[in-house]
């Protein structure tokens, strides 16, 4: 998506839990815990992917995008399509998208990404974007990129 910014990568994390799952060090009680809710988003909202589970290895992943921001008012927390995630990004400035991997099957899931999408990050093409005023809300987080390898 063009206005995808801020990338957070969690793969590193979930290696470890599998590496600890691997090891007997967690059981799978502890890492196949989705919840229903989370388990009817990605019913109803999830993308479905090619990748098979981790753990069970009979089901294909699905991806399940939950946003978050202040501009969102009551829609923060839910859950969206992936083909919904555009249209937002076009009308609203900021927004956080986490990006959550469930398996139907087993119920494993695990956080795999994080990423701003909106308007704020058009660059360049987009006319009277003079409104740099709002530098000292948000620019803790920038440019921060943990464990990139
Ligand atoms: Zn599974």
Avoid at 11 to 25: I, M, P, T
Avoid at 32 to 49: I, M, Q, V, W
Avoid at 110 to 131: K, S, W
Wanted: with cysteine.
């Amino acid at each position: 998506m063009r206005t995808q910014r801020q990338v957070v990568d969690y793969s590193l994390q979930k290696r470890a839990v599998l590496r600890e799952l691997l090891a007997g060090r967690v059981g799978t009680y502890d890492v196949c815990d989705a919840s229903p809710y989370l388990k009817n988003a990605a019913r109803f909202h999830g993308e479905p992917t090619e990748r098979r589970c981790p753990i069970c290895r009979s089901e294909n992943l699905t991806l399940v995008h939950y946003i978050y921001g202040d501009e969102l008012k009551q829609s923060a927390g839910q859950a969206r399509t992936l083909a919904e995630l555009p249209v937002l990004a076009m009308t609203l400035r900021e927004f956080q998208v986490f990006v959550v991997e469930v398996c139907l099957g087993c119920d494993w899931n695990h956080l795999v990404e994080q990423y701003l999408l909106g308007r704020d990050g058009l660059t360049g093409d987009a006319e009277g974007t003079g409104e740099q005023d709002a530098a000292g809300t948000g620019g803790a987080g920038r440019r921060r990129r943990e464990a990139q390898r």
